[in-house]
């Protein structure tokens, strides 16, 4: 099986996650024999900083990708996986190491549309989003999905915390 994790970085299992598939720089690269990592390089996105729809997917099942982690995507890019039959998760973040960890383990599955992607896929027709030509926009969708990324880990150390101090108690 072959895992694809959208990063900012090519530092392997190290990489950061990107908040989003199509404008991320590179593309970890993930073999598992079972579930045990085989072999692991990085490609560079060759549509980083602006692609049409269907381009970067259509990279990704060129590179024989089974799955596609990453911290967002499109509703069409989700189309254009399922079509490819490459499984799509959304949800991703930390590093790819962390990400792997979790979609092997079952706890990072799924996807759904990042909002403002949610937004600009109802357009009739399939010209290049306008958000994605402008840098301000992306930064501030990024920003969006860094926030509701880092909302969750502090929920989960919240209730780490929480579940720590009750068991103290006994």
């Known amino acids: 099986m072959r895992i694809a994790v959208s990063a900012d970085n090519d530092n392997g299992l190290d990489s950061v996650v990107s908040p989003h598939f199509g404008r991320c720089a590179y593309y970890v690269l993930v073999d598992l024999d079972g579930r045990e990592v ?6 560079s996105n060759p549509y980083y900083g602006q692609h049409q729809p269907g381009q970067v997917p ?7 990708a089974d799955v596609m982690l990453s911290g967002g ?6 189309g254009f996986f399922q079509q490819y039959g490459i499984q799509a998760v959304t949800g991703a973040a930390g590093t790819v190491r962390h990400a792997l960890e979790l979609y092997l383990g079952g706890a990072l599955q799924g996807a759904a549309p990042c909002r403002e992607s949610t ?17 301000a926009g992306r930064l501030r969708e990024e920003v969006e999905i860094l926030q509701q990324q880092l909302d969750q880990v502090m929920k989960r150390l919240d209730d780490m915390n929480a579940d720590e101090k009750e068991s103290r108690r006994f």
């Open 38 to 43: 085989s072999q692991v390089s990085a490609v």
């Open 58 to 64: 259509g990279f990704i099942k060129d590179q024989r």
């Open 73 to 78: 995507m499109g509703q069409r890019a989700i």
């Open 119 to 135: 937004q600009h896929a109802h357009q009739e027709t399939p010209a290049q989003d306008d958000y994605e030509k402008d840098e």
